[in-house]
């Protein structure tokens, strides 16, 4: 979607937590499985470039995707440069992880990262008119996802019936 310019910038602003109009994407910076200044050997799973009202000159945005793997801060660390934005895209159990952890600490893991869990990339695909099929029928998955989540959270604070489908571990 950061390839698209109809969703670029809207895409970009909502990952790094800004208004649509405090982010432009660089065309043509978008870059998959790549480098971002970090001493690790493996390589970020998006990398762009953004132009942000906040700071001059181009910014570097690498994103991390994680599902459902352990939320580890050698990861955050050895990948990118101290220069870097960092976005941890985690929309499973990581992003349940990673929401209690303060991401912008750059001391503890080299670079300012945030999180882009379930909700904030739910709100986002929600959000995104004239999606091609492909990404309607992706975007209507984790909007469900997302409703289930809330729900599974409501019952484990007591504040809801359990969800449809929980299953009881102990039975």
């Given at each position: 979607m950061l390839d698209e310019p109809v969703y670029a910038d809207r895409v970009a602003a909502r990952l790094l937590g800004c208004a649509p109009e405090e982010?432009?994407?660089?065309?043509?910076s978008v870059r998959r499985e790549a480098r971002a200044g970090g001493q690790g050997k493996r390589k970020l799973d998006l990398v762009f470039a953004a132009e942000l009202t906040r700071q001059p000159g181009p910014t570097?945005?690498?994103v991390e995707t994680k599902v459902d793997d352990a939320c580890r801060e050698e990861q955050l660390r050895e990948r990118v440069g101290p220069d870097v934005e960092g976005v941890r895209l985690a929309v499973g159990r990581t992003g349940l992880q990673c929401k209690w952890v303060d991401l912008a600490d750059r001391r503890r893991f080299g670079a300012g990262w945030r999180l882009c869990d379930l909700p904030v990339w739910a709100a986002l695909l929600d959000e995104l008119?004239?999606?091609?099929?492909?990404?309607?029928?992706?975007?209507?998955?984790?909007?469900?996802?997302?409703?289930a989540h809330e729900a599974a959270i409501r019952f484990v604070r007591g504040q809801g019936p359990a969800p449809p489908d929980a299953h009881d571990p102990s039975a």
């Open positions: 982010a432009r994407v660089v065309p043509g570097t945005i690498a008119d004239g999606l091609p099929n492909s990404l309607v029928s992706y975007r209507d998955r984790v909007v469900t996802e997302h409703a």
